[in-house]
């Protein structure tokens, strides 16, 4: 039986999938890919090197914003190898071992970028609430300390899933249907019983971003009370507007999520396009979106990347 296992867990290749149907497209797809991929890896970057070189901006909210655009790097790196290796070299191949490592850093990654914007949402209802004592409530330390506990959280859920895939003998096909590993993907072509892998990941999947949800839209619910008891209409629409962009960068996180969850479980039926594009907009929507609903409005990171762009100009 331990033969059997390392033939079919750690020794396996399996085979990554691009676009299904237009595999002769692949180099012209890579164009749109490559053109994400950048915009991706560059806003974050400025972003995060201008909270980090503007004095500024160190306050509690723009250390959150770098732990998100940390987060979103992380996320497209995770990916960057194998789907562009797909687009341009045909490489699908990927190795068991390489697989796990893959996924692991795709779902850490994911539940921090959860944690992180539950973080924000904990973080704009003090500033409305409690503006007085915003300051002292959200210290450099307490700040540390979240920084630290969301890593703690991603690292701890994603080990009995690494654990539990271990266990699994994959007999069958070796054909995933995505250009990256994915946990529910990864389990489909298992040839043993994969209801605990189900349930652990399920599970995962309900108290990481199921309950981050819930506490998020709760923060927004206590934010929206208070901004309603404030007297002037003005003091009213400053409020709304600092949680606009938020509320967006939750939106372009949960929902391609949810998407993807509900595909692979609920509807095995779906077109294999369909997945593509969910699985694809999971991964690559939120790191693209978030830098550009921040800098558009937030204009004190706007002005600090447009201050870092025009100094490199003048150098050069």
Same mark, same amino acid.
């Given at each position: 039986?331990?033969?059997?296992?390392?033939?079919?867990?750690?020794?396996?290749?399996?085979?990554?999938?691009?676009?299904?149907?237009?595999?002769?497209?692949?180099?012209?797809?890579?164009?749109?890919?490559?053109?994400?991929?950048?915009?991706?890896?560059?806003?974050?970057?400025?972003?995060?090197?201008?909270?980090?070189?503007?004095?500024?901006?160190?306050?509690?909210?723009?250390?959150? &914003?770098?732990? =998100?655009? @940390? #987060?979103?790097?992380?996320? +497209? *790196?995770?990916? %960057?190898?194998?789907?562009?290796? $797909?687009?341009?070299?045909?490489?699908?191949?990927?190795?068991?071992?390489?697989?796990?490592?893959?996924?692991?850093?795709?779902?850490?990654?994911?539940?921090?970028?959860?944690?992180?914007?539950?973080?924000?949402?904990?973080?704009?209802?003090?500033?409305?609430?409690?503006?007085?004592?915003?300051?002292?409530?959200?210290?450099?330390?307490?700040?540390?300390?979240?920084?630290?506990?969301?890593?703690?959280?991603?690292?701890?859920?994603?080990?009995?899933?690494?654990?539990?895939?271990?266990?699994?003998?994959?007999?069958?096909?070796?054909?995933?249907?995505?250009?990256?590993?994915?946990?529910?993907?990864?389990?489909?072509?298992?040839?043993?019983?994969?209801?605990?892998?189900?349930?652990?990941? &399920?599970?995962? =999947?309900? @108290? #990481?971003?199921?309950?981050? +949800? *819930?506490?998020? %839209?709760?923060?927004?619910?206590? $934010?929206?009370?208070?901004?309603?008891?404030?007297?002037?209409?003005?003091?009213?629409?400053?409020?709304?507007?600092?949680?606009?962009?938020?509320?967006?960068?939750?939106?372009?996180?949960?929902?391609?999520?949810?998407?993807?969850?509900?595909?692979?479980?609920?509807?095995?039926?779906?077109?294999?396009?369909?997945?593509?594009?969910?699985?694809?907009?999971?991964?690559?929507?939120?790191?693209?979106?978030?830098?550009?609903?921040?800098?558009?409005?937030?204009?004190?990171?706007?002005?600090?990347?447009?201050?870092?762009?025009?100094?490199?100009?003048?150098?050069?």
């Amino acid at each position: 039986m331990s033969t059997f296992q390392n033939t079919t867990s750690s020794s396996i290749i399996f085979l990554l999938t691009g676009v299904p149907g237009l595999e002769a497209f692949h180099a012209w797809i890579s164009i749109p890919f490559c053109f994400v991929y950048i915009t991706a890896l560059s806003g974050n970057s400025l972003i995060l090197f201008a909270i980090v070189t503007q004095p500024s901006l160190h306050e509690p909210m723009y250390y959150f &914003l770098s732990m =998100l655009s @940390t #987060t979103d790097l992380g996320l +497209s *790196i995770s990916t %960057l190898v194998t789907m562009l290796g $797909i687009f341009w070299f045909d490489a699908r191949k990927i190795s068991f071992n390489a697989c796990l490592s893959q996924m692991f850093f795709i779902q850490l990654f994911t539940v921090m970028e959860s944690s992180v914007l539950l973080a924000m949402s904990f973080d704009r209802f003090v500033a409305i609430s409690n503006p007085l004592r915003y300051a002292s409530i959200l210290t450099d330390l307490k700040i540390a300390q979240i920084g630290v506990a969301i890593v703690t959280r991603g690292t701890l859920i994603q080990i009995p899933m690494q654990v539990l895939l271990k266990r699994l003998s994959f007999c069958h096909s070796h054909v995933l249907h995505h250009s990256y590993c994915f946990h529910p993907d990864v389990m489909k072509l298992s040839c043993t019983d994969t209801r605990i892998n189900s349930a652990v990941g &399920l599970t995962a =999947l309900i @108290t #990481t971003a199921g309950v981050d +949800s *819930i506490f998020i %839209l709760l923060s927004y619910v206590l $934010i929206i009370k208070t901004v309603l008891s404030i007297a002037s209409p003005e003091e009213r629409k400053k409020a709304f507007s600092t949680c606009i962009f938020h509320i967006g960068a939750v939106a372009v996180f949960y929902i391609p999520l949810i998407s993807l969850s509900f595909v692979h479980r609920f509807r095995k039926q779906a077109p294999p396009y369909l997945h593509t594009l969910i699985a694809n907009a999971y991964l690559l929507m939120p790191p693209v979106m978030n830098p550009i609903i921040y800098s558009v409005k937030t204009k004190q990171i706007c002005r600090a990347v447009l201050k870092l762009l025009y100094s490199s100009a003048e150098k050069k």
